[in-house]
C-alpha cells in the first residue's frame, strides 16, 4: 500500500503517549493512516514550513524501534526520521527541561563477554549533518529552552541508580554521552540502512537517571521534557530545506536541480548556435549562444 505524496515527508517517531502529545500540539489538522501491518500514523502540514509530518508512537525498546521505522520508511518515503521525546541526563551540566541533539547515538549493549571480563565492541551511528546544523540554528532562537549537542546512549534500560554496573559501564566506555534513552540507535540503525534517509534524535531531559527519577516524574518532568524536545525539532524543521519541490511547486533556481554549468531547456525550442567538438562517434554539442 502507498500513501500519496502531496508535499515532502518527515517521519516523527515516539516511545510513550505524552511525547506523541507533544509534537501532535504542532499539527493542527491531520487524518490517520494505516499500514496493512497495522501500524497508525497521523500525518498533517507543519505551519510555516514545507514539511508534512507523519506522526507515530511505536512504544519502547530499540528492537521494536528498528522494525517499526524500517516498515514506515518503507511505505512513506520520508525524507527524514526523527525520534523525539524524553532522556535521563548523563552530565551534571545537563539539566531538567533541556535538551540533548544526538550528533551520534550509542548502542551500549554491544560487546563480548570473555573470560577476563567484558570488552566494550562499541557501536554508532551520526546524526544527520544537515538536521543537526539547522537544530543549531534553531536553537539560537529558542532562548527558553537550552540545547545541547552530544552523543546520546541507547540501552534496553530504564537507568535509575546513578552508582548501578551499568552507569559505570556508560561511564567508562561511553562518558561523552550527554543522556541515554530506549529506542535511538534502533530508528537511526534502519534510516541508516534504508538508504538516503537523514536521521536524528532529539530528547528532552526528564529526570537524572538516578534514584530520583520517581520523584521527578511525579513532579511533570516528563510533560515538561516532551515539549520542550518537541519545540525544538519543530523550530529545526522549520529551518531545514526539503531536497527536491514538493509537486506543483516552481523552482526559483534551476540551476539549482541540474547543475550550476548548464542550461535547461527541456520542454522548449532553443534558436542559437550550437557549438560543439566532431568525434568519431559523431558531434558533442553544447547549447550556447
Same mark, same amino acid.
Request: aromatic share 4%.
Given at each position: ?114 573470560? *577476563?571480563?567484558? $570488552?566494550? =565492541?562499541?557501536? /554508532? ?9 539547522? &537544530?543549531?540554528?534553531? #536553537? ?69 537517571? *538516578?534514584?530520583? $527519577?520517581? =520523584?521527578?516524574? /511525579? ?9 520542550? &524536545?518537541?519545540?525544538? #525539532? ?56
Amino acid at each position: 500500500m502507498s500513501v500519496p505524496e502531496t508535499q515532502p515527508t518527515v517521519l516523527v517517531l515516539t516511545a510513550l503517549p505524552l511525547e506523541y502529545a507533544a509534537v501532535r500540539a504542532y499539527v493542527p489538522e491531520r487524518q490517520e493512516r494505516v499500514h496493512d501491518k497495522g501500524t497508525r500514523v497521523e500525518t498533517g502540514r507543519l505551519p510555516d514550513s514545507p514539511w508534512q509530518l507523519a506522526i507515530s508512537e511505536l512504544g519502547v525498546g530499540a528492537d521494536r524501534a528498528a522494525a517499526l521505522t524500517a516498515q514506515l520508511i518503507e511505505w512513506l518515503h520520508p525524507e527524514a526520521v526523527l525520534f523525539v521525546g524524553v532522556a535521563g541526563s548523563l552530565k551534571d551540566d545537563i539539566e531538567i527541561g533541556d535538551v540533548v541533539v544526538g550528533t551520534q547515538v550509542y548502542e551500549i549493549h554491544g560487546g563480548k563477554q570473555a573470560h *577476563d571480563g567484558f $570488552k566494550v =565492541r562499541p557501536r /554508532a551511528l551520526p546524526g544527520s549533518h544537515a538536521l543537526e546544523q539547522a &537544530a543549531r540554528s534553531a #536553537a539560537r532562537d529558542l532562548p527558553e529552552v537550552r540545547v545541547h549537542f552530544a552523543p546520546i546512549a541507547t540501552g534496553d534500560v530504564v537507568l535509575a541508580d546513578a552508582r548501578s554496573d551499568i552507569a559505570r559501564h556508560i561511564e567508562a566506555h561511553y562518558n561523552d554521552a550527554g543522556a541515554i534513552e530506549m529506542e535511538g540507535s534502533g530508528a537511526a540503525q534502519a534510516a541508516h540502512l534504508s538508504g538516503q534517509v537523514d536521521a536524528l534524535v532529539v530528547r528532552g531531559i526528564s529526570d537524572r537517571a *538516578d534514584r530520583h $527519577k520517581r =520523584r521527578a516524574d /511525579a513532579g511533570g518532568s516528563q510533560q515538561r521534557a516532551a515539549g520542550h &524536545a518537541a519545540t525544538v #525539532a519543530v523550530a529545526m524543521l522549520r529551518k531545514h530545506q526539503p531536497r527536491r519541490p514538493a509537486p506543483g511547486d516552481s523552482e526559483e533556481d534551476p540551476q539549482a536541480r541540474y547543475g550550476g554549468d548548464h542550461i535547461d531547456f527541456r520542454g522548449g525550442t532553443f534558436h542559437g548556435t550550437v557549438i560543439g567538438k566532431q568525434t568519431g562517434n559523431g558531434p558533442e554539442r553544447s547549447g550556447q549562444r
